[in-house]
């Protein structure tokens, strides 16, 4: 089925052939006509199916059929508002926006921390019609008196809101949703389909059509999934062995603390493969250079927290790689499916030590199905851990000992997400697009 039978203006019809998209997705495909007609919806499906695509085509359409005056000067409130968890993903929204509305008269801006607010400030007193914001920064944003408000909105977009729940955000997009009009209409997606998320469901929409394509605990039927179970201290060798293979070309690898990215990025680029590195203690600078480097090529392995689980749209991603393997089902699923994306082939990789042998059951068990176990051909798997020094005197009495040191304290907080990053502000240049 063409794009051309979903009733969407010739316009965006000639902005979704330019970016090389002939036929919809199967979300889209059931989306987008629920949503022309004017219904609230829950939409589930896998990452890499079109989700984004989905809403910002109709919520185009919708705006385009009604838009101000050509010259128009006087500042108007936003009709659209889109949240996200994260700024990649907000920053990923904002460019389908602008890809999909190049030949529109609309004027849209994006909202986040660990940027300037300035440009966001301006954008928003000159007058958007659709908003992309994380809620951190829209709440800070909304708090100023007379700078954002939206009393003429009419589309509401929760995305990821599964995402927006395991990381917090239910608080702050209560106070969001408290400051709307009642009579809007609201959309909500999701990767997976919880009892929180129809708790909210049934919080936020008004009789809403549901779409769910595919199983709710499956990935995408073209990711091609396998775990290789060796010792820790081997992790980073057999990561290493496998990165020999030609095919895997782009390479997104997960690990599970911040500090464990930076080792792992340096311990790659000591071999000679070019590696960047995303988690939150990277600048935003640093992030979205990181990214543009691995969607052009510059780097060939991008080592990141969960932070990038989401929001991160790269096409052609070869590999996901778990080095650490996720303690969450959902976590797992929601990294492999940055691979097999838009009906691509993609493979993903778990390298499992002993001790994170219940987490793979445990995905196991909600995916409905056995990881192939697989070994890597002339790697050595026996190779023993290195020793490791006992700084203590060897025979130092212990009674005349006053202070013993204690043991080593563990990071017990793995990261799982960043709500939104004030204290960074480096320069924000394109806060306000319009749409050509």
Not at 21 to 38: M, V
Not at 100 to 123: C, F, K, M, N
Not at 291 to 311: C, N
């Amino acid at each position: 089925m063409p794009f051309q039978t979903l009733n969407l203006p010739q316009p965006i019809l000639e902005a979704v052939r330019l970016a090389g998209y002939t036929e919809p997705t199967p979300i889209q495909s059931a989306a987008i006509p629920l949503i022309l007609a004017g219904h609230d919806l829950v939409g589930v499906a896998q990452t890499g199916t079109g989700k984004t695509a989905a809403f910002v085509l109709p919520i185009l359409a919708r705006l385009s059929a009604e838009a101000r005056a050509p010259g128009t000067s006087a500042p108007w409130p936003p009709r659209a508002l889109i949240l996200a968890p994260t700024r990649e993903l907000a920053g990923q929204i904002a460019d389908n926006v602008r890809a999909y509305g190049r030949t529109l008269s609309l004027r849209a801006a994006t909202i986040y921390g660990g940027v300037s607010e300035r440009p966001q400030i301006d954008a928003l007193r000159k007058g958007v019609d659709l908003v992309v914001a994380t809620p951190g920064r829209l709440l800070d944003l909304m708090g100023r008196p007379g700078l954002c408000h939206f009393s003429r909105l009419e589309f509401l977009v929760l995305d990821e809101a599964d995402r927006m729940l395991d990381m917090g955000f239910l608080p702050d997009i209560r106070r969001i949703v408290k400051a709307l009009p009642a009579k809007r209409q609201t959309l909500l997606f999701s990767a997976t389909m919880s009892r929180e998320i129809e708790s909210v469901t049934r919080e936020f929409l008004r009789s809403p059509k549901s779409v769910e394509i595919g199983r709710r605990s499956n990935p995408a039927a073209t990711v091609t999934q396998s775990v290789y179970e060796v010792a820790k201290h081997l992790k980073t060798g057999l990561l290493v062995h496998l990165l020999g293979r030609p095919e895997m070309s782009t390479v997104l690898v997960f690990t599970r603390l911040k500090h464990g990215a930076d080792r792992l990025a340096r311990t790659l680029e000591g071999k000679g493969i070019q590696t960047a590195t995303i988690h939150s203690n990277r600048s935003q600078g640093q992030r979205q250079r990181a990214l543009r480097d691995f969607k052009d090529g510059s780097v060939r392995v991008l080592v990141a927290t969960d932070i990038a689980a989401r929001g991160i749209d790269v096409d052609g991603v070869t590999h996901v790689v778990n080095y650490d393997f996720p303690l969450r089902a959902e976590d797992y699923i929601h990294r492999i499916g940055r691979t097999g994306r838009a009906g691509a082939a993609g493979e993903a990789v778990s390298l499992v030590s002993p001790d994170e042998r219940n987490y793979l059951r445990s995905v196991e068990r909600f995916t409905g199905r056995v990881l192939a176990r697989k070994r890597a051909e002339s790697f050595n798997y026996t190779t023993p851990a290195p020793a490791v020094a006992d700084a203590r005197r060897p025979h130092a009495p212990a009674a005349r000992s006053h202070h013993q040191p204690g043991p080593a304290r563990a990071d017990a907080s793995p990261h799982r997400g960043q709500r939104d990053f004030r204290p960074a502000r480096p320069s924000f240049r394109k806060a306000a697009v319009s749409a050509r």
